[in-house]
Every structure is written in C-alpha cells, then in structure tokens.
C-alpha cells in the first residue's frame, strides 16, 4: 500500500469509514456520508480507486434510512473495498480484540497532515466562529486524550475537549496555522513527485 492510500485511510478511518476484519487474515473498509456530502465521498471513491485498492463495486450505492428519532427519511452514499490482505495491519491497528474500533495509543507516528486532512473531511464540522469540531464521541475519554495529544505534538494545533460530547474542539487561529502548513507540505510533495 502507498504512502498516499495509507494517510488517506487513516484520516477516513479515525473518521466514520469501518474497518472490519474477515476470515484469512484479511479485511474491508466501507465509507458513508450523508447525502450532503456527495463531493467528498465521490473524491474520496475516485482517489482509492485510482491509487489501485479493489472495491466491491465501481459505484458509489445509495441508502434511504428511517430515523426514528426525527421521524425523517435520511439519504447516505456508501462503497465498500474488497477484503484484501493489505488492509489487515489496518485493521490490526484500528479494531480491538472484540473487533470495535478504538485509537491506538502511538496514533501520533501514524498522524499526518494528508490523514488530518481527511479526518477532517470525513467528520469535522466547521463551527460558526470558523473553528473546527472533531466527531470523537465514539471513542471513550482516554482515546479522546490520546488524539488531543497527537495534535498537538504534531501539528502544535490546540484543541478542547467539548465536556458533554466528548468532541475536539478547535479554534479559527488554530486551523488557519494548520492549513497553512498543510498547504505548504502537499506544495513541496507535489515538487517533489
């Protein structure tokens, strides 16, 4: 698996992309979004595809879910990869014991500004004051801490953790700093390539 492929789902992974293992020593990933959020899963369907992992089926599906809380009819894209050995250290890495997905505790080695990127894209809400909120109320509050660290170690970016929802939390200046990194960073590889 390449360099760009392996950030790419981490980000998606820490994210709301699955990762499951299956039988021989191998495993899957599957993507959904909302609806509303066509563009990205399109992009993100096209960059695995292009940088060569199988999928189940050339197309992005759509799903129809009743949402009983709301007593709306929700709209979601989902694809799937197939299960392949090379995604088992993912999956390795991502799924406990009991197959649950939780945050390794050396995330920060595997934490780059493409796996933020798609983090971010895959589950951050810009906020109104143009910050960003991280979606971590899945995973418990030491796993929440151990992200909180590996931003900060390795991006110097700030972030709170939202006391009820267990949500990373950042400021405008913060992801400005972040952006402009990210921005230099993919400059330089794109030189480089």
Request: aromatic residues 10%; charged residues 30%; proline residues 2%.
């Given at each position: 698996?390449?360099?760009?492929?392996?950030?790419?789902?981490?980000?998606?992974?820490?994210?709301?992309?699955?990762?499951?293992?299956?039988?021989?020593?191998?495993?899957f990933i599957?993507?959904?979004?909302?609806?509303?959020?066509?563009?990205?899963?399109?992009?993100?369907?096209?960059?695995?595809?292009?940088?060569?992992?199988?999928?189940?089926?050339?197309?992005?599906?759509?799903?129809?879910?009743?949402?009983?809380?709301?007593?709306?009819?929700?709209s979601?894209?989902?694809?799937?990869?197939?299960?392949?050995?090379?995604?088992?250290?993912?999956?390795?890495?991502?799924?406990?014991?009991?197959?649950a997905?939780?945050?390794?505790?050396?995330?920060?080695?595997?934490?780059?500004?493409r796996?933020?990127?798609?983090?971010?894209?895959d589950?951050?809400?810009?906020?109104?004051?143009?910050?960003v909120?991280?979606?971590?109320?899945?995973?418990?509050?030491?796993?929440?801490?151990?992200?909180?660290?590996?931003?900060?170690?390795?991006?110097?970016?700030?972030?709170?953790?939202?006391?009820?929802?267990?949500?990373?939390?950042?400021?405008?200046?913060?992801?400005k700093?972040?952006?402009?990194?990210?921005?230099?960073?993919?400059?330089?590889?794109?030189?480089?390539?």
């Open positions: 698996m390449n360099k760009v492929l392996r950030e790419t789902l981490i980000g998606a992974i820490l994210g709301d992309a699955h990762i499951c293992k299956t039988g021989l020593n191998k495993a599957s993507f959904e979004q909302s609806s509303k959020k066509a563009d990205y899963l399109n992009f993100l369907h096209d960059l695995v595809r292009k940088e060569g992992l199988p999928l189940m089926d050339e197309t992005v599906r759509t799903y129809l879910r009743q949402d009983v809380r709301y007593n709306t009819q929700n979601s894209l989902y694809f799937r990869t197939q299960s392949i050995e090379e995604l088992r250290p993912l999956a390795d890495m991502f799924l406990d014991e009991a197959g997905k939780h945050i390794p505790k050396n995330i920060a080695e595997e934490l780059t500004h796996s933020l990127a798609f983090w971010i894209m589950d951050g809400q810009q906020v109104k004051r143009g910050g909120t991280l979606c971590t109320y899945s995973f418990d509050l030491e796993e929440v801490n151990i992200l909180k660290e590996a931003l900060k170690l390795n991006f110097n970016l700030d972030t709170n953790i939202h006391p009820f929802a267990r949500r990373l939390c950042s400021q405008k200046q913060e992801i700093k972040v952006k402009t990194d990210l921005f230099m960073k993919e400059f330089i590889y794109q030189k480089q390539t």
